[in-house]
């Protein structure tokens, strides 16, 4: 679960960043969920992020992450199957997971 001060940090960069407050909180779940290759799906995104979050935002967020060629969405066989998002070689995910650590390391400083 991500703690929720750097939920909000991740979130205000985001929206400062992307112009759109989801993409670094989508990004940092990615980045420690998915090995380069791996998959993950909206419901365990919305879990790590606590449930701050409605799958149809993230799901806006991993589009647009998939229209950059950061994540590549895999096509499901029936429609009762949960989709799928593949994470790609991308130089996105190590600024990604730089920023997120570096916000978690100031967020825990400020609990101090």
Same mark, same amino acid.
């Given at each position: +679960? +991500?703690?929720? &001060?750097?939920?909000? &940090?991740?979130?205000?960069?985001?929206?400062?960043?992307?112009?759109?407050?989801?993409?670094?909180?989508?990004?940092?779940?990615?980045?420690?969920?998915?090995?380069?290759?791996?998959?993950?799906?909206?419901?365990?995104?919305?879990?790590?992020?606590?449930?701050?979050? #409605?799958?149809?935002?993230?799901?806006?967020?991993?589009?647009?992450?998939?229209?950059?060629?950061?994540?590549?969405?895999?096509?499901?066989?029936r429609?009762?199957? @949960?989709?799928?998002? @593949?994470?790609?070689?991308?130089?996105?995910?190590?600024?990604a997971?730089?920023w997120? @650590?570096?916000l #978690?390391?100031?967020? &825990?400083?400020?609990?101090?």
């Amino acid at each position: +679960m +991500m703690d929720l &001060a750097l939920y909000e &940090a991740l979130y205000d960069a985001s929206a400062a960043l992307f112009k759109n407050s989801l993409v670094l909180p989508v990004c940092a779940v990615v980045v420690r969920e998915a090995e380069p290759g791996g998959t993950i799906a909206v419901p365990e995104i919305r879990e790590a992020l606590d449930g701050r979050v #409605e799958g149809n935002q993230i799901r806006d967020a991993l589009k647009r992450l998939t229209a950059i060629k950061a994540l590549a969405h895999l096509p499901s066989t029936r429609r009762s199957e @949960r989709h799928l998002w @593949r994470r790609e070689e991308h130089p996105l995910w190590a600024f990604a997971d730089s920023w997120s @650590r570096d916000l #978690e390391k100031h967020a &825990a400083q400020a609990r101090k």
